[in-house]
């Protein structure tokens, strides 16, 4: 008798993962059931601490989950069947890869007698998914389970974060584990220690300080790793300290206040003209968490300052530094750790009433040419009767509470989100980044709403995107989960569409996603039609005017409401860069190519030429 | 210079040794956790990201439970950089270090089948000898021999085999060990 009191009953393998993942708090999970997961949703089934999230297709877990991770902070997890839902799984892999969220991916397997015999949907996910996972798993006994799902959820959310994949298979998830402790207390992986902090780094960071205050033109550019290490405030404090201006990639929305005087906005391709010409004239760039990919660079011979700025970059992970740009001073940090250092280090330098050698007129150059930059009037309708993005952009700007998420798609509507949204908070601007998945915004946006059903989550789409994962409003439907959808309607794919009218003569090869019949334009599908086919509300506007209302609509909405723009067609986002031409190249508003030194004033390089430039009062803006 | 055995006035040993540093040939060495799939993690990071591979071999240590490769790559010094950071962002990558030739020693190890007649025999043995290699085995007039050195070495020693009658001949990629501790 006592010997059966003292006995445990044996857990199976899917009650160690629900334990693993409820002892760490990750509960709600986005998925999509199949032969070899049934175990596991047969687990969770009836379990009211466990909110499963049904989607309509395995990409759109992954991406749901991506949402979930970058809005919350937290880790995201996912799981689908073998075969073809794993396969699914891949693309949300690899953007979560890209932007580096933090992705707990688990999909079942066949029985692990029959792996590798090609049994009914099985695949090989190890092999598919190692280029696109920060690390994955294959599970052959149950014994090792718990251990895999710790050091996966460890290796997924320490360092520089990403998406961690486990295949599952059916009858590990159903055996008994025999372990007195079928899950680890402790994990050790001695292939994998990050390196967060070092001494070394506080010495660099000493170096860094000093190239900065002797700097001429110093830029801060602030990339997606400021968000990711929650630096915001650390961020800011540095930019106030020093009193130098920061440029941020698109991952980098909301780290520092759109208002703030020094914050320029977004450099590269699509990139503000006033960010790209700081670049272009800085004498030292200090790189926080950025990857310098080509979006941002463009020539890279050119970068930054003409090619003859001096390069700071903090970044975690070591292997992306100098991998794009040749790098002065390397520091391999966290960036919040390494921020928390810089300004202590000012700190220091103030307390001893040294002062700190910062260029005053450099910063009050900047403030002025922010000041002087305003957007140019907004036309509302364009030659063909369509809505431009801009007054879209624009009246949703007005009527959103700074908290409010904003996620979008991948396209033209994009960029205009970029440049004419304000973003005052971090983790406020969701967006597939690196990889540039259409079809990740409206996943991505559930999982954001799931992460905070407070905030107000706006996706903002093209006609083009919004198709590749449309069937999740039926996922919103069923779940009663909130979005505000706004649609911009023009008919094409209107990026490739720019790029062909640019550089390809006009040749509108495979763009057009509707046509003219009797002299007028007809698109596919009416999407407000289409959601009502899933039971739910939804505008359609045309006047311009109207805009307004349709969005305070759709905020007091309960449940989630489509504002389906008719949109000019021939809209461009512009400026731009021209594809591989330097930051200091661009095609203007009128789609003319210009550089950008016809708009502002190239700075002086010498004391006395600055002498004289200070002499004069002239506008940064010419 | 560290890398013996061929004598080191031979003028085809330091073209060779110019060609390599021309081109640009590094030695890596990646000490790894022994699990299955690892060889593919490496292979598939190499393939992944464009890295040349010229050799690569792989082999237990005293360590239990940890393999090692060495890898001969091509490249300049920044995309030799790289792959020594991303290979160690591999989970089960324990330590990476690059050989370099004044601080390391390579070898290269093969065996060659070839016909051992009454014609060849002499010449044969004189390259045995030569090579310091050692007999495998002999029957039915083919011998089996196994070389080992320098890269330049069994190059050239391969370039004196061209005057007899090889069977089956194969190489190892290079193996190496950084001098000191």
């Known amino acids: 008798m006592k010997d059966q009191k003292k006995k445990k009953p044996l857990l199976t393998g899917t009650a160690i993962i629900k334990k693993v993942l409820k002892e760490s708090g990750n509960t709600t999970l986005f998925g999509y059931p199949g032969g070899a997961i049934m175990p596991f949703f047969d687990e969770i089934f009836g379990d009211n601490k466990i909110r499963q999230i049904l989607m309509r297709h395995e990409q759109s877990a992954g991406h749901a989950a991506e949402g979930y991770a970058t809005a919350s902070g937290k880790l995201g997890v996912c799981m689908t069947t073998s075969g073809p839902g794993a396969t699914n799984l891949i693309t949300a892999l690899a953007n979560a890869f890209y932007d580096s969220a933090p992705i707990l991916a688990f999909s079942g397997q066949v029985n692990t007698s029959l792996i590798g015999n090609d049994a009914f949907q099985e695949a090989d996910l190890i092999g598919a998914t190692m280029a696109v996972t920060k690390h994955n798993y294959l599970v052959k006994d149950v014994r090792d389970l718990g251990r895999i799902f710790k050091e996966a959820m460890h290796i997924a959310s320490t360092g520089r974060p990403g998406p961690v994949f486990i295949d599952l298979p059916k009858d590990i998830q159903l055996a008994e584990c025999s372990l007195k402790e079928p899950i680890p207390e402790k994990i050790n ?33 602030a990339g997606g790793g400021v968000s990711i290490s929650n630096a915001y405030q ?79 970059h903090i970044d975690v992970d070591a292997a992306e530094i100098g991998k794009n740009v040749p790098v002065d001073l390397p520091i391999v940090a966290d960036a919040k750790l390494a921020l928390i250092e810089m300004n202590r280090q000012i700190r220091a330098l103030k307390g001893k009433k040294k002062e700190l050698k910062t260029n005053s007129w450099w910063y009050r150059w900047i403030k002025e040419m922010k000041e002087n930059d305003q957007i140019p009037n907004i036309v509302e309708k364009g030659p063909e009767g369509g809505i431009y993005p801009e007054k879209v952009m624009y ?208 700075l002086p390089r010498t004391d006395s030429e600055l002498k004289e430039f200070k002499s004069v009062r002239v506008n940064p803006i010419k | 210079m560290v890398e013996g055995l061929v004598h080191p006035s031979c003028s085809v040993f330091k073209t060779a040794m110019e060609k390599t540093e021309k081109e640009k040939r590094h030695i890596i060495a990646i000490e790894v956790e022994d699990i299955p799939g690892v060889l593919s993690r490496i292979s598939t990071l190499f393939s992944r990201r464009g890295y040349n591979i010229d050799s690569l071999t792989v082999g237990n240590t005293h360590k239990p439970g940890v393999s090692r490769f060495t890898i001969v790559v091509r490249g300049d010094d920044t ?55 050692r007999m495998l085995s002999s029957t039915d007039e083919v011998l089996m021999v196994e070389f080992s050195g320098t890269e330049e070495k069994i190059n050239l020693v391969f370039e004196d085999l061209k005057a007899f009658e090889v069977l089956e001949s194969l190489r190892t990629g290079k193996i190496g060990m950084r001098v000191g501790r």
């Open chain 1, 189 to 221: 992986l001695v292939g994998y220690k990050p390196n967060v902090y070092s001494k070394a780094a506080g010495r660099q960071i000493t170096h860094a300080l000093k190239m900065v205050m002797n700097a001429r033109y110093p830029v801060i550019l």
């Open chain 1, 234 to 312: 650390q961020l800011t404090e540095l930019a106030n300290l020093l009193k130098i201006p920061v440029v941020s990639t698109i991952k980098a929305k909301g780290v520092i206040d759109d208002y703030h005087p020094y914050a320029l906005g977004a450099i590269g391709m699509h990139g503000r003209q006033r960010s790209n010409f700081a670049v272009s004239e800085a004498d030292v760039l200090l790189a926080i968490g950025c990857r310098f990919s080509d979006r941002i660079t463009g020539d890279l011979d050119k970068f930054p300052g003409q090619g003859n700025a001096k390069v700071i």
């Open chain 1, 395 to 602: 009246e949703l700007d007005r009527i959103m509470n700074p908290r409010d998420i904003i996620v979008t798609e991948v396209g033209q509507h994009q960029m205009y989100a970029a440049h004419y949204l304000k973003f005052r908070h971090p983790r406020t601007f969701i967006t597939s980044g690196g990889l540039g998945t259409m079809g990740f915004g409206f996943p991505a946006a559930i999982g954001a709403k799931v992460a905070k059903p407070r905030s107000e989550v706006w996706l903002i789409a093209g006609d083009g995107s919004i198709q590749m994962n449309s069937h999740e409003m039926a996922t919103v439907k069923q779940h009663n989960i909130k979005v505000n959808m706004i649609i911009l309607n023009n008919g094409y794919l209107g990026m490739v569409r720019q790029w062909q009218e640019l550089f390809n003569e006009k040749r509108y090869a495979g763009t057009g996603l509707g046509f003219v019949r009797n002299g007028k334009q007809e698109y596919w599908p009416d999407f407000v039609k289409l959601g009502e086919a899933y039971g739910l509300k939804g505008r359609k506007v045309t006047d311009p005017r109207k805009l307004g209302k349709a969005l305070q609509e759709a905020k007091a909405s309960k449940e989630t409401f489509i504002i389906e723009v008719a949109t000019e067609k021939g809209s461009n986002v512009l400026p731009m860069l021209p594809p591989g031409g330097a930051l200091s190249s661009l095609y203007n508003r009128e789609g003319e190519q210009k550089s950008i030194y016809d708009y502002y004033r190239r």
């Open chain 2, 79 to 133: 995309v030799l950089e790289q792959i020594r950071k991303q290979s160690q962002k591999l989970v089960h990558v324990l330590t990476t270090e690059y050989l370099k030739r004044d601080n390391a020693i390579t070898r290269e190890f093969a065996i060659v089948k070839l016909v051992y007649d009454k014609k060849t025999a002499i010449g044969i043995n004189e390259l045995v000898d030569l090579y310091g290699a």
